[in-house]
């Protein structure tokens, strides 16, 4: 079985700031983990993803996320958020085939 | 039309009406998925089609039924629905099954069963 847990349901940040988006993992097998986000009154875009290689990921827009297998973890991060990074972000991982399975999310609110 | 649309984007029902939810992807995907977005709940996965045939059925009660006529097209057929149906339904096609396969999603169809 496996289950994947976002520790935070909201972060807020103020723009410029760093933000972290946690998200921890428990498999008994090697999985693909993925980061994607959800803009308000849209479906959900792939930000980015680890299927093997370097542990370091990142994506177009200044997002990185790191596979730290001991911890199981891919914590989410970004040095410097914009207004428009507003969203909500899941972390997603995939053991087999196409079976995505989500955390329940984490609501980021970047303020001026 | 680009991507993966939904039609319609709002849906309000009673318990005894039914509906059909409708998804078309404009990709050339091979997959397509159905998922369930509850407020606060991980996004649960209901059914997937690979070319057309059905490859997953998530323990979904029977009032929810698909329907894939081809690769391009995805309904969800609802009937006799409980007001804890309501939630966000996302659609979502990839070029095949598999890990390596990105999934594009749709903007949904917000569903409020009364």
């Known amino acids: 079985a496996q289950s994947v847990t976002q520790l935070d349901s909201q972060v807020p940040v103020f723009e410029e700031a760093p933000v972290e988006l946690r998200c921890n993992y428990s498999?008994?097998?090697?999985?693909?983990l993925f980061w994607y986000v959800q803009y308000p009154n849209q479906g959900l875009q792939l930000l980015l993803k680890y299927l093997s290689g370097s542990t370091l990921v990142e994506s177009i827009n200044g997002f990185e996320a790191e596979f730290n297998k001991s911890q199981t973890s891919f914590h989410l991060r970004k040095p410097s958020v914009h207004i428009s990074d507003t969203a909500e972000y899941f972390c997603a991982v995939c053991k087999s085939w196409g079976k995505l399975q989500f955390g329940a999310g984490t609501q980021v609110v970047v303020t001026p | 039309e680009t991507g993966v649309t939904q039609t319609p984007r709002h849906l309000v029902m009673g318990m005894t009406n039914k509906k059909s939810l409708k998804c078309e992807q404009h990709l050339g995907h091979n997959a397509m998925y159905w998922y369930k977005q509850s407020a606060k709940k991980p996004l649960e996965l209901m059914f997937v089609?690979?070319?057309?045939?059905?490859?997953e059925n998530n323990s979904v009660p029977s009032r929810f039924s698909p329907e894939c006529p081809n690769s391009s097209h995805l309904f969800l057929h609802l009937h006799t629905l409980q007001p804890e149906d309501s939630a966000l339904y996302l659609c979502a096609s990839s070029q095949d099954i598999g890990p390596y396969n990105e999934q594009f999603f749709g903007p949904g169809t917000r569903l409020t069963v009364l």
């Open positions: 089609y690979s070319l057309e045939e059905r490859v």
């Open positions: 498999s008994s097998v090697s999985v693909y």
